[in-house]
């Protein structure tokens, strides 16, 4: 007689149709039920591959049989152990199935009231002390590996995992930096590639570290200062100055190339904050004791560097940069001669900033090599920090420049031909501000801006520009009085295009906080010859020239946040176009103004007018406000 099929796991297949339809009840003992094979929880990598069955141990039978390395993943899907309690479908036919069940009713396990069927569980098999709802049978599975043990022979993997959970923690959070140490960071962040002459920070703090060098610390306290204008340092910031002072002028400072390092920071310091009578002082004995340690010699920096090559170029970048600054400060501010023009020196050239920042310093050039160029048929490659250096050298050529009688000078002609010349023989690579990486080339761009204020210095006195309009721009230099024309000469033309250029270099995709502090006299000077044009009675392309002076008050106003000269010459830029404007307001009360004019010119005109002069007001509730950029450390 036909009997049902087994009720057993459904990966397992029934017997065959003689051993299934020896008995008429349904089987409820585990010793009436044929075993039923362990199921597989994975099979290995070749068994998979050929759509074989795997018997699952490592390793299998067949990679055995066939010399197959035997491997085994886990399952995408997870393996959860074999099914529980799953319900049989006796009208599911199987290959090896019997026909379906033709008992009687009452016997039937599909009936309703039918007792349940636990397949593969006996109620008469309860091991010692526990109940039978307590039980779990063990899984046969345990011991089979779902991949390769990465584990060596004889270790628990198990109690490894257990022991590398266990011994998690949650992450340290990193230590709150001081307000020295963000002093510190805000210094290579903002200032240093402004003036590179301080070791690059991860050889300074090696050297601050070995302790070698006593005079380091007075390095380290002059930054601290320098980056404390960058940051909310509040009455700190009086207190790094005075004591980055002190440890310059303390009994028993040796006299050194550090001396001169902290001294040149606290220079360009004081100078950005409106302080340039102190910073005039320390300036004569920074050069002084220059001087006496022969920093401006070739042979400093290989005495002094100690077999380091970047040390070295510290070195000469220390003269150099120097240098660059006693130039930069004579010719802002008309006060001091720019000494150290005078003074011969046979230092070698910087070289580029990449090199000096990664420590691959090559052997130097020198300033013959830089003159030389053009006639000795060698095609070679300057750094940027060199044509920083011409430019400013350029400036001293001009301010040695006997008193100009009139227009034609030959003297205005010569050096127009150095600024010229120093222009049209920039390699392609440094025509522009930016790098070979894009990024921005702060030497060439104060190389270019101080090419620029040469030229407004050169010609801005035989203009026909009267700057009288502009007479109380003097932050950073005394107005000096230009008589105005009838037509524009050539001279009005230069000065005209290089106080264009200045503006255009606001628009640079960089931070204006990042530039050198110098660049704030260098937009004043700008300034005062877009007031000086913009107060004339009719100004062609007025609107392009509103623009530009709208860019110079913007910039002010960022640079105000940290440096004080900034401030000071904002206020008094937007305080003169506030005068302009009300000016040509007046003009605009005379209908004569307006002959020539139709009603749409006027009307836009008037539109620009307020625009500009709402932009002025506006802007100022930010002037005072102290530079927020974030960085990170």
């Known amino acids: 007689m036909p009997g049902a099929s087994t009720h057993g796991s459904p990966s397992v297949s029934s017997a065959s149709p003689e051993t299934a339809t020896s008995s008429s009840t349904p089987m409820l003992s585990a010793t009436t ?7 597989v929880p994975a099979a290995c990598l070749a068994c998979r591959g050929k759509h074989l069955k795997c018997d699952g141990v490592t390793p299998c039978s067949r990679c055995i049989a066939s010399s197959t390395e035997c491997l085994y993943v886990p399952s995408r899907r997870g393996y959860k152990g074999p099914r529980r309690n799953t319900a049989h479908n006796p009208n599911k036919r199987h290959a090896s199935s019997s026909p379906p069940y033709a008992g009687p009713a009452e016997s039937c396990p599909m009936l309703l009231g ?13 091991l010692p002390d526990q109940s039978p709802v307590s039980y779990m049978a063990p899984s046969p599975l345990t011991n089979i590996p779902l991949f390769r043990s990465p584990f060596p022979v004889g270790m628990d993997s198990n109690a490894l995992a257990l022991t590398a959970t266990t011994a998690i923690v949650p992450p340290a959070q990193p230590p709150v930096p ?3 140490e963000r002093c510190f960071d805000a210094f290579y962040h903002y200032f240093h590639a402004g003036h590179p002459f301080v070791l690059p920070k991860q050889y300074f703090i090696r050297l601050l570290k070995d302790g070698t060098a006593p005079n380091l610390s007075i390095v380290m306290a002059a930054m601290r200062y320098i980056g404390s204008l960058y940051v909310d340092a509040g009455p700190a910031r ?12 303390q009994p028993g400072t040796t006299k050194d190339g550090f001396l001169i390092q902290a001294l040149l920071l606290i220079i360009v310091g004081l100078d950005g904050q409106c302080d340039q009578g102190r910073a005039r002082e320390l300036l004569a004995d920074c050069e002084r004791f220059a001087l006496e340690i022969d920093l401006n010699k070739r042979e400093f920096a290989a005495l002094h560097g100690h077999g380091n090559h970047v040390l070295e170029e510290s070195w000469r970048r220390t003269w150099w940069d120097l ?15 720019f000494l150290l023009f005078d003074i011969p020196n046979d230092v070698g050239l910087p070289c580029e900033e990449q090199q000096y920042l990664s420590g691959r310093i090559p052997p130097p050039l020198y300033i013959e090599d830089f003159d030389d160029q053009t006639f000795s048929g060698e095609d070679r490659e300057f750094s940027s920090f060199t044509y920083r250096i011409a430019a400013a050298r350029n400036l001293g050529r001009m301010m040695r420049m006997p008193p100009v009688m009139f227009p034609g000078d030959d003297n205005i002609n010569r050096v127009q031909s150095l600024l010229t010349n120093w222009r049209i023989h920039l390699p392609d690579s440094k025509r522009d501000d930016l790098s070979k990486n894009c990024q921005l080339d702060e030497m060439m761009f104060q190389a270019h801006f101080i090419t620029h204020a040469c030229t407004i210095m050169l010609h801005q006195p035989l203009s026909q520009l009267d700057t009288s309009p502009a007479q109380a721009v003097n932050s950073c230099a005394p107005h000096r009085p230009t008589p105005s024309g009838d037509a524009f000469n050539t001279h009005t033309r230069h000065t005209l295009t290089a106080a264009s250029d200045i503006s255009a270099m606001i628009t640079q995709p960089v931070p204006i906080t990042h530039h050198t502090h110098f660049f704030t006299c260098v937009i004043t000077l700008s300034s005062i010859v877009h007031l000086s044009r913009w107060a004339l ?10 623009q530009q002076i709208r860019l110079n008050i913007g910039a002010l106003n960022k640079l105000s946040g940290v440096w004080k000269a900034a401030d000071t010459a904002w206020g008094q830029v937007k305080g003169v176009a506030q005068e302009i404007y ?6 605009q009360i005379s209908p004569a103004f307006w002959v020539g004019f139709t009603q749409e010119q006027m009307m836009r005109s008037l539109r620009a007018d307020e625009g500009i002069m709402s932009e002025f007001e506006n802007v100022g509730g930010a002037g005072n406000k102290h530079v ?6």
């Open 33 to 39: 039920q044929p075993a039923a094979p362990p199921s």
């Open 114 to 126: 039918h007792p349940p069927v636990i397949p593969g569980f006996s109620p008469n098999i309860v």
């Open 178 to 180: 001081t307000l020295a």
């Open 238 to 249: 009086a207190s790094y100055l005075d004591e980055a002072i002190r440890l310059c002028y």
């Open 323 to 337: 240098y660059v600054c006693d130039g930069m400060i004579a010719g802002v501010h008309r006060v001091t001669k």
């Open 537 to 546: 009675y009719f100004v062609d392309d007025e609107d392009h020239l509103r």
């Open 582 to 587: 009300r000016g040509k307001k007046a003009q």
């Open 628 to 633: 927020k950029e974030a960085f990170e450390v």
